[in-house]
């Protein structure tokens, strides 16, 4: 019954309305590019970006990108509207590339671009060789096709002739054009399973036409060739260049303000747990998980993008008799908290602590947790290292943390890992979107609209990064 019921729901977050469009084909892709596209996971995705960076220069042109940019300097074409609206790009332009099957051109000039990128694309086009056509009318000479796809596309999904790396190779090699297979490591070591075709334009030399020919074509072959090897030369130069975007933008977050709207809900959330516990003696633990501090520093009116987690310790009966009062106390102090019961299995904190005191460690407490379970030592780790939001928490995590030290030889790191998972959760991409790109955006805000801070603090990420550095591989 409760399976059943949980499948309908997720059933339902993905079931959008058909958009009002007479275009059959457009109305299927918004339909399926509306729940946003995951075809593939954002860390292929940020895999395939590392890729183009090292490759294309100029502006490009990202055919059939949908929500997805996977070169900054790109201008997107894409069908669906629904996709264009997600996607980050400066320029978008919704176009049915089926069109140009009927002699319709796309609105850009002869030579615009220095490259061309689609990204499991090819295999839905009705008229390929057209499109194929129009891209090198806007190319410049000698400008670069990738076309990426992942081998593992069923029949179902699209024409494989065309989706697979030697399907696209046969093709554009018939035409007469010059052709590179690149691969794309998993970060699991594997290759092959992302591929990348790249096709070059005819280009032009002091004697006019010149055939289509892959620059450097003998060295890069070469590479792929090493890579396929040695997956981790890829893997190493990809975590270097994600470190460096990382680091890049948490130096722009190496100071940041605490405005007095963040004090003011902090001691807001102070006066509850005082005036809670004086009701029922109940302690409220208030923190917030893998925390990056300043998603709670720079709190305003309009902008509040921390997620604290509120949970009472006490027996169950205890707390249950008084989550009445619970509930009308959060309310009143507009705390938007959801409660929840204990956090740890013991019943109170007298308990908590004495069990911290004489913990074993046991074998499971290092297993990596199959099913995403927590293991009890992550538990107090995560617990230990979160942001305290009243004193109560941040008194019980000082003391937890006392009373295990002796007994956890390496609790310091498993600290140290979870603040950096914290700063994982804050840095990493997903769906084209990094948390902390928005609070590098609030703390400009914050200085140009003026709005009134207390102090200026120091983001100490310096000892995170080794950390940091083993989350992203
Ligand atoms: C499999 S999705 C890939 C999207 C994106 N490149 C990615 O990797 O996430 C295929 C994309 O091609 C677009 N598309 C399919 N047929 C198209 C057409 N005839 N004209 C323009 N775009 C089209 C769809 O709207 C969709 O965004």
């Known amino acids: 019954m409760i399976t059943s019921e949980l499948f309908l729901r997720d059933i339902k977050m993905f079931d959008v309305p058909e958009p009002k469009t007479k275009n059959r084909n457009e109305s299927k892709w918004d339909r399926w590019g509306s729940s946003q596209w995951t075809y593939f996971a954002d860390e292929i995705k940020q895999r395939i970006n590392f890729f183009l960076f090292q490759r294309l220069r100029g502006n490009n042109i990202e055919v059939g990108g949908g929500w997805y940019l996977s070169y900054p300097d790109s ?18 332009l919704q176009f049915d590339l089926d069109i140009i099957g009927e002699g319709k051109k796309l609105p850009y000039k002869d030579n615009s671009f220095n490259s061309a990128t689609l990204i499991s694309v090819w295999q839905y086009l009705q008229h390929p060789k057209a499109v194929l056509g129009e891209l090198e009318r806007i190319l410049k000479p000698g400008a670069e096709i990738y076309l990426i796809n992942g081998q593992g596309a069923g029949p179902k999904e699209c024409v494989v002739g065309r989706s697979r790396t030697e399907g696209l190779q046969e ?3 018939e ?29 032009v030399d002091l004697f006019g036409d010149a055939p289509s020919r892959i620059q450097n074509k003998a060295q890069r072959k070469k590479q792929d060739e090493e890579i396929c090897q040695d997956s981790s030369i ?19 977050l190496s100071s940041f303000p605490v405005t007095r709207y ?11 747990s005082q005036k809670y516990h004086e009701q029922t003696g109940g302690i409220p633990l208030i923190f917030m998980e893998y925390s990056f501090e300043p998603e709670l520093a720079m709190l305003t009116k309009e902008y509040k993008s921390f997620y604290g987690m ?36 013991q019943p109170t904190t007298t308990c908590l602590i004495e069990y911290c005191a004489e ?22 780790a995560v617990f230990i290292s979160s942001l305290g939001l009243n004193s109560f928490t941040r008194k019980l995590q000082a003391q937890v943390y006392d009373r295990l030290q002796p007994n956890v030889p390496d609790l310091d790191e498993q600290i140290q890992r979870q603040r950096a998972f914290g700063y994982k959760m804050a840095t990493y991409e997903h769906k084209q979107k990094r948390n902390i790109d928005e609070l590098i955006d609030v703390k400009k805000r914050i200085a140009e609209d003026g ?13 995170i990064l080794p950390m940091l550095r083993q989350f992203i591989k």
């Open 75 to 92: 201008a997107v074409v894409d069908l669906s509207s629904v996709c264009l609206n997600h996607n980050p790009a400066k320029e978008k």
């Open 171 to 173: 093709f554009f090699q």
């Open 175 to 203: 035409l007469g054009y010059d052709t590179l297979v690149e691969n794309i490591p998993d970060i699991s070591g594997s290759v092959s399973e992302f591929q990348s075709v790249c096709v070059a334009m005819p280009d």
């Open 234 to 252: 890829f893997i190493n130069a990809y975590v270097d260049w994600e470190m460096r975007n990382i680091v890049a933008r948490l130096s722009k």
């Open 262 to 272: 963040s004090q003011e809900y902090l001691e807001k959330i102070e006066t509850f």
């Open 310 to 345: 509120m949970f009472f310790i006490g027996s169950t009966e205890k707390v249950d008799n008084y989550s009445e009062t619970a509930d009308e106390m959060l309310k009143k102090y507009e705390l938007g908290f959801t409660r929840h019961l204990n956090y740890f299995k």
């Open 359 to 380: 913990f074993k460690l046991k074998k499971e407490d290092y297993w990596s947790g199959t099913n995403g379970n927590e293991t009890e030592l992550r538990r107090f």
């Open 451 to 463: 709005v009134p801070i207390v102090e200026t603090r120091k983001l100490d990420y310096v000892p």
